[in-house]
């Protein structure tokens, strides 16, 4: 009968799967009202005689019961640590996870870094709109009225007095507008002509640089730009000025660096010349002062401005410039 009891009892727990269930099975033999111990509750009331015998076997059957539990507890919670482990691993040989980077515009890049290098020279940042008024793009930038950049071929009307702007010069009017000198402020921005090949695009991008104060001379010019130059190219690249004219600079020049990409022997993108022009630049024409009521007689200053499409494509040895604006992510990656 105990024998029978065990044989039941296995058969139960062969068919156990988790700690839950193996838990009602030993409250089911084992608890206050389990099988086993109502058994050895039922032993007082045997005869004397069969108590010792009876007795015995049903505390080998607990016993048995007992280890059989513990064994089982045992295993299901080494299964259950195996499954977790094997769940929780890492399997370190799985491609990992693709997070897609975005990243700078070239061109962005590129203004980012004359900007930067500006401020650090004590430059304030400033920014004018982009479609502007004929007076401040041309007329207090001392164009004449009939300069050939007023012509409908270069420039894009809005309405008659009205223009997107063709350069960033006419920030350096509002600018001096707004304050009294000392001036000393850089305007990056986007600006807009009636014109496109490989190596212009109807919008770019300009960075203008104005300084006035007493005494601003053109050899404070040339410090600054040379000082710009070798930062943005390299300490050893020649810079040269030559004379140039605009209607707001007086004198004016034009600013070239040695070519970065023959170092001065004469190439292709330097039509032999073994020189690469980055700028305008000059001395502020005292009809620009007048315009915003700056005594030209106690100020003087400079300005000039750069293309910064231009020097990225000098820069990286782009060939084409609406490559900037295809958006060709296979390009714009290598920046
Ligand atoms: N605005 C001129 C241009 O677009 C550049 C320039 C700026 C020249 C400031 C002189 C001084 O070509």
Known sequence: MIDDLKQTFLDELESIGNPADLFQLRVKYLGKKGIITSQLKSLSSLPSGERPFFGKKVNEAKDFIEDQLDAKEARLKNEELKKQLLAESIDITLPGKYTPFGREHPINK????????????????????????????????????????????????????????????????????????????????????????????????????????????????????????HQMFGPNTPVRFRPSFFPFTEPSAEVDIGCILCSGAGCRVCKGSGWLEILGAGMVNPAVFEHVGYDTEEYSGFAFGMGIERITMLKYAIDDIRLFFENDIRFLRQF
Do not use: W
Not at 192 to 199: N, V
């Open 110 to 229: 590129t203004l980012l870094e004359v900007v930067d290098i500006f401020v650090k020279m004590g430059f304030s940042v400033e920014e004018g709109p982009e479609v502007e008024l004929d007076y401040y793009n041309f007329e207090a930038l001392n164009f004449p009225k009939d300069h050939p950049a007023r012509d409908m071929q270069d420039t894009f009307f809005v309405s008659d007095d009205v223009v997107l702007r063709t350069h960033t010069s006419p920030v350096q009017v509002r600018g001096m507008k707004k304050r009294k000198p000392p001036v000393r402020f850089i305007a990056p921005g986007k600006v807009y002509r009636c014109d496109a090949d490989i190596t212009h695009t109807p919008m770019f991008h300009q960075v203008e640089g104005l300084m006035v104060d007493k005494g601003v001379t053109f050899s404070n010019l040339k410090g600054i730009l040379e000082t710009f130059l």
